[in-house]
Structures are given as C-alpha cells and as structure tokens.
DNA sequence: TTGTACGCGTTATCAA
DNA sequence: TTGATAACGCGTACAA
C-alpha cells in the first residue's frame, strides 16, 4: 500500500495541512517541521495522488497531444521537441495516437477532459462536425501545431506559409529548366499539408504560363507507400514529367524509389522534391531538396501559447528574441529552402 | 460548467446512486428510471470525472505505454498495434516518450503511479538502479515488449529469439559466398536488440570456423545517421568487407546509402542484411533483406499478458489458436526470414 | 428497486 | 505557524 499524506503526518508528528504545506512549498512553515516532514517523505517513498489532486485543484501539469500516427517522422521530430520544451516548463505530456480515426480522437479528447490536463496540442488536421464539437467544448487551450482548421474555438494555430513555400519550391524547379511537373499531394482534406502545398504548386504553373496537365497530379497519403504507388502511376503514362514535386519527404522518397525501380535515373532522368526536411531525406540517395521548418520554432511556440493562454487578449508570442505576431488565431513561422542533389539543371 | 452526477440526478428525478448504477450498468435498475437518466445525461452532454473515478475505483482501463524514442519505425508500428488491442479490449493508451532518458523514465512511470493505470508496457530497454527500483515498485503488471530487462518483478518479457535470428542470416550470408563480414551493432546495454544481436552474429562466425575481425564490427544506436557513419568508417579501412549485416533495418539503410556514397554498388560490391522489417526497408533500393517480427503478435500478447495478469499462475497465453508458454516469465515468439535484394550470392 | 451517507487522497479555508 | 475540516466528484455498502 502506497503511504498517504496522513501517514506522512503521523510519521513527522504534524498535521496533513503542515505535511501539504511543506510539499508544495506555497506559505511558509517552521524549518524544523518542514525537515521532518521532507524526511518522512522520503522515508515512506511519498508519492502524490495524481488522481486527488487533480480533483480538488482541477490542474494537473500534464498536456495531452493528440497525434494522427506515428509513421510519419516529421511528427515525431515535432513530438520530441514538444517534450523537451513541456519538460523544461515542468509539464509533462501525454501522447494518443489516433490512427486517422475521428472516433478515436473524440474518445481521447475526452480521456482528456475528463483529466484536467492544462492544454492540447493537436497535430491532427482532420475533422467533422462530431470531433469539432468535441473540441469546441474543452476547458482547456487548443494549439494546432503545423496543422489548421478553420473555426476552432480557443485555439490557434502554428503554421509556415505551405502556399508559398510549395510555390518557391516549384519554382525552383522551372527556373532550372522543369516544365513538365508532376504532382503527388497529400490527403486534400488537409488544409496546409494537403490543399495549401497544391495550391502553391497550381501557383507556380500560373506564375510561369504553364497549364495545368491533370495526369500529372496525383494523390498520395503522405506514406513512402503511397509516393511509390503514384509515381508508378505517373511514369507508366504517355507524358512523362521531368521533375516531381512530393508533398512531404516520405513520398519524395517513395517516388525516388518507384523511378529507380522503372530504370529511371534520379536526378538525371527525372527530378525529385518534397517537403518537411525529415531527417532520413538528408540521407537518401540523391539526398532530396525540400521545405524545412523548424520543429523547435513550432514546440516553442505551441507551449508557450498554451501558457499564456490565461492572460488573453496576447497580440504576439516571443521566442529567442523575435516576436511572433498573432493575427486572426493564427502565427506564421518562417521556412527554409534546402537545395540538395535531387533535381537536375538543364 | 460540465454536468456532474448530481445534475443528471435532478434532472431525471432519482439519486445519485441510480444515475451511477445507470451509467455502469452493474446492478439491475428499473427501465423506466434507466431511460430517463439516460436521457438526462445526454442532453447534459455528461461525461464522468477520471480522477474522481479512479480515485475511488482505484482503476482507469488505461494503459501505460513508455517508449524510448519516435524516431524508430519498428516501434511506430509496435505502438500502432498495441494501440487497435487495447482499444478492442476497451482500454485508452497513453504514451510516453522518454528521449533515451532515465531520468523521464522515473518521472513518468511515477506519474503512471499516481494515475492508477491498469498496466504498462514498456519498449525501452536501458535501466539503471533508480529505475529499475521504480519500476519494481509499480502496483501495476509491466509488460516487456521486445525488449528484455532482467530482474524485473510482476513483469514478463515478450521476444523473439534474437541470438538465433540474427544466427541465421549471418548462416545465411555465409553459405551465399561471404566470409568477409562487417557487423554494425547497436547500443549494447540493450540486451535483445544490442548484445543477442552480436552474439547471433559471433556464434555464427564461429560456427563456421570465421575468426572474428574487430575491425569488422562497431557500434551504432539504431539510426539512419549511426548506420551511415559507421559503414563510412568500415570502408575507410583496408580490408574491406563483402557484406555488413546491421542490427536493425534503419542502420541498413544508412549503410546502404553510404556504400552508395562511396561508389560501391549495393549488392554487388557490398552486401547488407538489416532486422526489424520495416516498411521503408521493402521500399528502399535495394530492398533490404532482413528479420521480421510480428508486431500484431506482440501486441496482443502484450495486452494479453496484462489483462491475465490477475490471475496469476498463468503459465500460458493463447493467441490465433496458438500457445505461447510462459518460461521463466518470458513468452518467445517465432520470426520470420525475409530475403529480399540487398545481398549478393557468389 | 431505490436513496442516504461514507470514503477515496488531496488541498484550501478558517480558527486557533 | 499550525490543525481540524470541508470540499472535489464518484461509487457502493447499507438500509429502506
């Protein structure tokens, strides 16, 4: 049987009001009665009441993260540093993989309301009118991290500008002689990862006069798997593009794959970019130009807007000196563009 | 606001404890009443306290999961299907990340403590004595998943032989031609994934009559990037190997993409077998052969192990109409030889 | 079949 | 500076 407040008390000779006192250090308390008390803890291998405590002090130092899975490994660099910038703050978190299954999230949400955790940070961009429900009737912060869905009642969101940095990406790509671009997208339901990096590919065309040619577009799930599959697709078509723009590292990769697998030779044959600089895309072979942003930036920020999420009415949020600014819920962070050896220049 | 129990008692015009016998559905109750608090607790959108709950029930149908890092796949998938158990059997996971360190280890199997979960599953395998002390005086049963810690009480282990794989596909590389074998092993204080790994690859050299080249075998940590420096070091050498086999498929690859690097073809001048099978291992090129473990088979018994675990004495779990005997508070499982591109045969 | 009242372990209030 | 005690929200003997 795990020792209690009361059998600390009794150990040190004090009442539970003192022992609490000593252990959570807010008012102060007689030297003497506070070393008793500390040694009785540790004694009896003391340990708190998660459960009672979180009851009467509705609070529990603990942040709940929702994640869609755990395959992707731009989201686990995201986790690792949420972890490390919660265990800095003195909060620990608890992580629930949902599958991509709504139901399942919806569950977790209220595993996690009915937790007091202090705040949420969903890395999941899915959603419907039953999970948004749920989700609008926490009573605690809501961060999106590189994530966005429109609507969400407190919360905000932490993004780079997808559209814009797909656009640059492609871009890139035209300016060193690519005309024929294929896409593989993501899931479109998701918003910045999905439609946004479409969007600043159609941009991109648009900007150069180049029309849009629909086989070249194809969808994907943000797998190696499904990269693969698409370029599969897409090299076994007349048309064959000179270059492919993968909406995150994992396809890029597939689809490098796929085009050695055809006799293809990559970049010579046909270029290759994707998204997310995740760290296996820095040691693939041709090591692949993508999008990097900054996991630490976006950690940084996600616990920092849950903290201060009490005193509202916050304008910006500040890390490392710079002042990120929150406009309509939201805060952009910037992105790099990171050249490697996957494209070739006519 | 959120509706207690209280509110849907008045609302529906009973006790507080017929609205509780409702909502657990333990104890027969008049179907007139059960309508009616149902009704009411709907519409108040009620949802039950957790740490109110679990502080009486002493009990949370939640499972605790620690796991070393997100960065390996092998526990992605680990994760993903201990996950779709628990939720069949109606338990909630939680995970925890400890970033390879102890220290969060302690803090968040104590936090584990404190919350009354039902059991925990653990996939690190590094302890020290202040772990191994707490997790010793868990009140819950502890589940080994694929790894394997000594002296761990209330705990069962779940593994397939690593020795005797690992044996096999170094017999394996042998019998097509090589004798010339690097080995790039992994955190050695992990027993199964580490040392029986090794060993697996010594007994098979011995067996053989190949004398052991330390020069042939250095160490890495399971990743990508550990797996690629290490191989650049082997080929930096003299004698230069025909085959490496890498302690787990991540490290295949980096050696793979290293040999590349160096000019060397893969398979032809360098072979190289990983472990693990994960999914990125089938799609890389060359396809990497290697080891699979059953993920579904882990998990499962896993939670099977945990759910059983009242009932002690057990000395076996049933799985897919199969036994898998306990032994010295050990369940091994089978693997299975996946022989793919990556080796060639003189 | 139902309701009253106590206990789970902790913190906070109020007197002393 | 301390101690008794009332919450927190729920489940369950026990009594009705």
């Known amino acids: 049987m795990r020792a209690k407040v009361k059998d600390v008390a009794n150990k040190s000779g004090v009442s539970m009001a003192t022992v609490s006192r000593v252990l959570n250090g807010n008012t102060r308390v007689n030297e003497k009665s506070k070393q008793r008390v500390l040694a009785a803890a540790k004694e009896l291998d003391y340990l708190p009441n998660q459960a009672a405590r979180s009851l ?3 609070k529990s130092n603990i942040l709940g993260i929702i994640v869609p899975n755990l395959e992707n490994s731009f989201n686990s660099k995201l986790l690792a540093t949420i972890e490390e910038e919660a265990d800095r703050e003195g909060y620990k978190i608890i992580i629930c993989c949902i599958q991509e299954n709504l139901e399942k999230e919806i569950k977790y949400v209220n595993l996690f309301r009915q937790m007091y955790i202090d705040g949420l940070i969903i890395l999941n961009e ?8 749920v989700l609008n009737s926490c009573e605690f912060p809501i961060v999106q991290a590189s994530v966005l869905i429109k609507g969400l009642k407190n919360s905000i969101s932490i ?5 814009k940095a797909s656009c640059e990406l492609v871009n890139y790509l035209i300016k060193n002689g690519h005309r024929d671009i294929a896409m593989i997208t993501g899931n479109l339901v998701d918003q910045t990862s999905g439609q946004f990096r479409l969007d600043g590919y159609l941009q991109a065309l648009k900007e150069n006069d180049i029309s849009v040619n629909e086989n070249l577009i194809k969808s994907g799930n943000f797998t190696f798997d499904s990269g693969y599959k698409a ?5 076994s078509k007349k048309e064959i593009p000179t270059a492919i723009f993968a909406a995150c590292d994992e396809m890029a990769m597939g ?5 050695l697998d055809l006799g293809y030779n990559v970049p010579n044959d046909i270029s290759i970019v994707g998204f997310d600089n995740i760290e296996s895309s ?4 041709p090591a692949i130009t993508t999008i990097g942003q900054s996991t630490k930036i976006i950690g940084n920020l996600a616990l920092m807007a ?5 005193n509202n009415a916050k304008t910006s949020i500040e890390f490392n000196n710079r002042q990120y600014p929150i406009i309509d819920n939201k805060i952009e962070i910037p992105y790099i563009f990171i050249e490697r050896n996957s494209v070739k220049k006519f």
Not at 126 to 133: A, D, H, L, V, Y
Not at 306 to 310: A, D, R, T
């Open 306 to 310: 849950i903290l201060q999420s009490k």
């Open 282 to 285: 820095r040691m693939y072979r």
């Open 126 to 133: 899915k959603i419907n009118s039953k999970s948004r429900k």
């Open 56 to 58: 009467v002090l509705k």
């Open 255 to 259: 689809a490098a794959s796929a085009a």
């Open 231 to 235: 370029t599969k697709d897409i090299l």
């Open 159 to 163: 993004n780079v500008d997808n559209r």
